[in-house]
């Protein structure tokens, strides 16, 4: 076992982690700073994002109304400061990203562009056609190229963190080209790993989106705050769950039911109009959005086909100019993977899992309760999104506090003692695990069919509405696929490159944080934002006006604790959409 | 019975062989899938030890190049029904560079390659302040928009000939990236950049074949990069030869 060490790793090279090595390199330009990441960086999951990333740049713009639109999306779960501090460094944060070369679209003067979203009141979604993430992780990844003290690992596979006497010491990875188990000693660690809709049967997340960040902070006694707000995205293509973006409506798109008719309009979200109206039918918020889907399908206004209901998304009278220009992806991505030329056919879609609010908790500079471990992007939860993100703030959010981790633990580094002695049982032992589990002879369970079954349980039971009951039943469900999980069959016994392994790796961590989506569900015996539940479906300010904390027991149960949500200017209120 | 289709994959596992080798797998014929569907139907329904990178499965993250009887291809980008049932697939490590494992390709040189051409905004920032973007017109923004497409899929070294023959090669997408910044409105760096590349061999070898234009699955164009850099430094070559005190 070899072990490398630095001052500061980052783990994970999409938006958030590429931002924190540029911000931790840039403040201190002496450190050895280090990316770790399962895959090469600019094959993040950030490269799939379309639609745009938000900060207030237009004069006609206002950093409260910003704020006003997060906080009423969010369902007020979010922490105010949080907020505020966010869309006051928005701003800056993509400039900056212009100033390294992201090719933004623009207005004929020269300036950005900017486009509508859900729930904005104001246009104010910068945006690259419809490649937007993918040029953003490019353009931070070429970047980073010049930092000559960030050094990468690139396809090295994260397993444990290792934790000395109450602080982040480290981690132990896996080499995947070799097989071989190295430890990379760190006076800090930042998990930048990205969500976790694999653990959902219907997503628009990547392969390697396991909440593998996730389940290590939780392991090593860090908390997961508000794990039971999952992001559907309205509007998915029906058989792969690839992304239609939502600038498709923000460009001017309908979403009608079987008979043609735009729906949105019974569902408290305006009336509708020719064009899109800011906060209003389409461009409302995406929970309410995906729950009048499931709304129609009871009423048996959806359509049906072979990979289950769906609606329609019509573009055609954008028309193929606008298309081009702005959807060109959308275009792309129709034409090849669903067989249909979307300026001339309507779109079959439905909603997909898309996004986690929840994540490892974090306080407003990325730190989270150990010391010397802080989380940025969709794998922390530092509280913007609160019940329900709005579109294209996450993005910005992966720039805002990637650079925010990334200079806290720049700072925290220099009174930060060297790893101690503990540190090297700690990864030996898991250099044993690992070890056993890839000579692994006897197992029964194929990797897929487990995972297949989780899947599709977690649809039935935390979908867009749940409800007591089914959380429950889940989460039996689960508690014996955790013990197949135990006898699983790996037909790989080579060292070279073993995907098998790692896959087995990603099961086991999804397993456990799909139990603990389900666990916090339960307990949050109210409706808020994404977490719909049909045997409480009042939002109570009262009880639930908080975040909740789900920590591991020393037996592997999960144990959940809340705390309060932070209001500054917004007290709760009513979410109103639709002309006012 | 379901139509069907075989793959022959190629398998090599450096601890146990010398030498590839093609195993046999028959899959669903199933007209909704792409390539790479079908390798992930034999990874998990038939052997759990075929070997393969991919991630996305919507043609942007760059990872599943392989070569698909014979020609290299975005493996997530190409629907089944492209090929004939009767007839099976061959599915191969993309050609020219080193294999690590059944499909999957070392392209470390890639990288080097690529931070070579110092892939970044090169100007010194007296103008720049924090609050204010350039301003780049949609006319400045598309001449170098097409260059900016790279999935990094590797496909156009694949089909490079000059790649085959000397791997040291900058090559199409590296090139194409270098012209992305040069043409960049914001950048002030072309200089700089030309000097990395012209410290290389191979693009006086480019014979504008053109494949890797033909092949890319984003319509990058990296054929049409070469040509403008070929031209570019011919044109800077004369100038210094005509103007000694020129422009560097
Ligand atoms: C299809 C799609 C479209 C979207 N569109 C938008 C949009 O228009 N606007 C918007 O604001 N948001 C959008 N989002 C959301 C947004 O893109 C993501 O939330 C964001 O990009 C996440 O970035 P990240 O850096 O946190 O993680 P990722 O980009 O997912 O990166 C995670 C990194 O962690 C590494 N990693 C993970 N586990 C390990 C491990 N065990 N060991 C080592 N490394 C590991 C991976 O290799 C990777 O480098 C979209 C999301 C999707 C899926
Ligand atoms: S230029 Fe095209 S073929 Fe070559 S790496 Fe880039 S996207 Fe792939
Ligand atoms: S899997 Fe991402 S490009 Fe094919």
Known sequence: MASYSCDLL??????????????????????????????????????????????????????????????????????????????DEAPREMVQLEHWGCPWSREPDGTVAVRPFGGMKVSRTWFAADKTGFHMLHSLFQTSLKYKSVKRYDEWFVSRLLVDDGRCAGVVAVEIATGEVHSILAKAVILCTGGCGKIFPFTTNANIKNGDGMALAYRAGAPLKDMEFVQYHPTGLPATGILITEATRAEGGWLVNK???????????????????????????????????????????????????????DIRHIGETVIDKKLPFVRELCLKYANLDPVHEVIPVRPVVHYIMGGVHTDIHGATPIAGLYAAGEAACVSLNGANRLGSNSLTECLVFGARAGRAAAEYVDGAPAPGAAVEAQASDEERRLRSLMDKTDGTERIADLRSEMQSTMEESAGIYRSGDSLAAGAETLGRLRQHARHLKLEDRSRTFNTEFISALELDYMLELAEIILRSGEQRTESRGAHQRTDFPARDDDNFLAHSLAYRNDDGSVRIEYSPVTITKWPPGARVYGKQ | MAETIRLEVSRYRPEVESEPTLQSYEVPYNKDWVILDALNYVKNQIDGSVTFRWSCRMGVCGSCGMMANGEPKLTCAVPLTDYDPTQPIRIEPLQFFPVVRDLVIDMSSFLEKLSNVKPWIIRDDVEATEAVEFRQTPVELDAYKQFSMCINCMICYSACPVIGLEPEFTGPAAIALAQRYNLDSRDKGKEERMDALDAHEGLWGCTFVGECTKVCPKNVDPAGAIQLYKMGSATDYLKSMLLPWGTK
């Not at chain 1, 540029?22 to 700073?33: G, K, N």
């Open chain 1, 10 to 87: 980052i783990v994970g090279g999409g938006g958030a982690g590429l931002r924190a090595s540029i911000a931790a390199a840039e403040a201190r330009p002496d450190l050895d700073v280090a990316v770790v990441s399962k895959v090469y960086p600019m094959r993040s999951h950030t490269v799939a994002a379309e639609g745009g990333a938000a900060a207030v740049i237009k004069s006609t713009d206002s950093l409260e109304a910003h704020a006003y639109d997060t906080v009423s999306g969010a369902d007020w779960l979010c922490d105010q400061d949080v907020v505020e501090a966010f869309v």
């Open chain 1, 259 to 313: 008979d043609g008719y735009r729906y949105l309009q019974d569902y408290a979200l305006g009336t509708p109009e020719p064009k899109p109206v800011h906060r209003t039918m389409e461009l409302g918020p995406r929970d309410r959005l995906s729950q009048a889907f499931i709304k129609e399908q009871e009423r048996g206004r959806t359509l049906e086909g072979p990979y289950g209901h769906y609606v329609n998304l």
